[in-house]
């Protein structure tokens, strides 16, 4: 109800300065104008090439909708095998980045800042070659007659004819080498905030080295190892030249699984179909983090 005077005239409420809403509009203009370069570029760069995989992947042959090709996918043992091997030897990768980039991670920040910057430089060196090139380097050394297989020779574990090729082991390797920066520079970021009192308190309360490390740093790094650990595993999930090299045809992932349907049966929609499902898994396995980031930023 309106506030009225003693006389029944009714008020109006106040109205805002001239000045304050046309400063208001000014700044919602400004920002639009800001914003608008990058929503334009995700709309086109994302959005429109998404739109179009879901409707191929919703088209039949004679340009209606369907979902055979969902099901024809969900329902053949032979594709459900691919996503569980994708699926765990995703999380491997994950898990073996996460144990070699933790500690890593904390080495670099707990040395002198010249040190650290040559550490940097070597955990970064990688991702300046090719994904191609460190792949057929990493073919030579699993290879018959390679480095590791013929140590391993040498040592009297395996057959002179032994090999790494084509195995799920020569897959985790070479995903961990190239996926092990994304992990290490996550968790650096944290644990270089950790504040060293707080360590230092631990070990003058008496607490072990590897107990700090366990019940102090562990804890507050976790956040860099969770976003570490998703970046990883969803590059992993995706990835298609690394393990289609190493793995072979022996060993397919989904993404390799796309690349056939794609480019060799030209079963498009199939293709379209395989990719829909690996963008709602990734996106499954984002969304609890999005929903934790979300809450704790208010």
Do not use: C
Not at 66 to 94: A, M, N, Q
Not at 129 to 155: D, Q
Not at 179 to 199: A, H, I, N, Q, W
Request: glycine letters at 10%.
């Amino acid at each position: 109800m309106s506030p009225s005077t003693d006389n029944g005239v009714v008020d109006t409420p106040p109205l805002p300065p001239q000045g304050v809403s046309t400063r208001v509009l000014g700044g919602i203009a400004e920002d639009a104008t800001l914003s608008a370069p990058g929503v334009f570029l995700i709309l086109l760069a994302f959005i429109l090439p998404i739109g179009q995989m879901l409707l191929l992947s919703l088209e039949n042959t004679t340009g209606g909708l369907t979902v055979e090709h969902f099901t024809r996918f969900l329902g053949d043992g032979y594709y459900l095998g691919i996503v569980w091997r994708t699926l765990r030897l995703s999380l491997l990768i994950t898990v073996i980045a996460a144990v070699i980039g933790f500690p890593l991670a904390y080495v670099m920040a707990h040395v002198g800042p010249r040190l650290r910057l040559w550490l940097i430089i070597l955990v970064i060196l990688p991702l300046m070659t090719s994904v191609v090139v460190r792949t057929f380097g990493w073919m030579v050394l699993l290879g018959r007659g390679g480095l590791i297989p013929f140590t391993l020779w040498k040592l009297g574990f395996v057959n002179r004819n032994f090999t790494l090729m084509q195995t799920e082991s020569a897959i985790v390797i070479g995903m961990v080498q190239v996926l092990l920066p994304f992990m290490t520079l996550s968790v650096l970021g944290v644990v270089m905030k950790v504040d060293r009192r707080l360590e230092e308190a631990a070990r003058t309360m008496g607490a072990s080295f590897l107990a700090t490390l366990r019940t102090v740093v562990l804890p507050l790094a976790m956040p860099g190892i969770v976003a570490g650990s998703l970046l990883v595993f969803t590059l992993s999930v995706s990835s298609f030249i690394t393990p289609s090299l190493l793995g072979g045809v022996r060993l397919p992932v989904v993404a390799g699984s796309i690349y056939e349907a794609a480019t060799k049966t030209l079963e498009w929609n199939f293709a379209a179909a395989q990719s829909v499902i690996l963008l709602i898994g990734v996106f499954l396995v984002l969304l609890p983090y999005l929903k934790l980031t979300g809450r704790r930023h208010g």
